[in-house]
């Protein structure tokens, strides 16, 4: 028979062991992966946003200007914009406030420093998308409807201020885009290599069997 009490319920009123202990603690926090919430604002984020490029992209095609669809159309584009600029702020503050998982020790310094940079690089555009969208919008005679609701824009109406901010809202998109782009290729890359980094943002479906 294999032993099972390292990994049972203590005794009603016994004091839990050292074994017991170091299980509840490794399924609270996994060295090796990022917590729940992690992940779950990580692949919320990425199929949003992911969308989001898609749709900023096709928005000429959907609703070509002049159109009586344009405006509804860039309305709900904006809306879900400011959504997922909320989402974004979440997963940083989460970021912050959270310890990563510890890099696998196969991975180079050099590597590591390289993730590092490219993940501020894309939280600095996942930030700088929306804000400079809303910024744009409030600028503009036409303000901002969130799901129908409108909303007053709090500065006057100068085309110039929105043309610079819209122009780097479009930029911005591109950029985020191409870094989304490099962030799937190298993450398919950690996958092929089996280095372990893949898997610390990775979903894991079924139940773990017990020992």
């Known amino acids: 028979m294999k032993a099972t009490a390292a990994t049972s319920n203590p005794p009603p009123g016994a004091a839990p062991s050292r074994a017991w202990t170091s299980v509840s603690r490794s399924e609270s926090f996994d060295p090796e992966r990022y917590d729940r919430v992690a992940r779950a604002l990580h692949w919320a984020l990425a ?3 992911i969308a989001q490029i898609a749709f ?3 928005l000429d095609e959907i609703a070509p200007r002049g159109t009586p669809l344009r405006g509804p159309v860039i309305n709900l584009h904006k809306s879900l914009g ?3 600029g909320v989402v974004v702020l979440l997963r940083l503050g989460w970021r912050l406030t959270h310890r990563p998982p510890r890099w696998p020790a196969s991975l180079s310094l050099t590597r590591r420093r390289a993730a590092a940079w490219g993940h501020r690089a894309l939280y600095a555009v996942m930030v ?3 804000l ?3 910024i744009a919008s409030n600028f503009s005679k036409h303000g901002v409807k969130f799901f ?3 909303l007053a824009p709090w500065g006057p109406n100068l085309p110039a201020v929105y043309g610079f901010f819209n122009g780097l809202h479009q930029l911005l998109g591109a950029a985020l ?3 989304v782009l490099g962030h799937i290729v190298v993450a398919l890359a950690h996958r092929r290599r089996g280095d372990g980094v893949f898997e610390r943002m990775s979903v894991r479906f079924g139940r773990r069997r017990s020992l």
Request: hydrophobic share 60%.
């Open 47 to 49: 199929l949003g946003l």
């Open 56 to 58: 900023g992209f096709a």
């Open 82 to 84: 400011m959504v997922l």
């Open 128 to 130: 700088g998308l929306p």
């Open 132 to 134: 400079s969208g809303y």
């Open 148 to 150: 129908g609701i409108a």
């Open 177 to 179: 885009a191409a870094l």
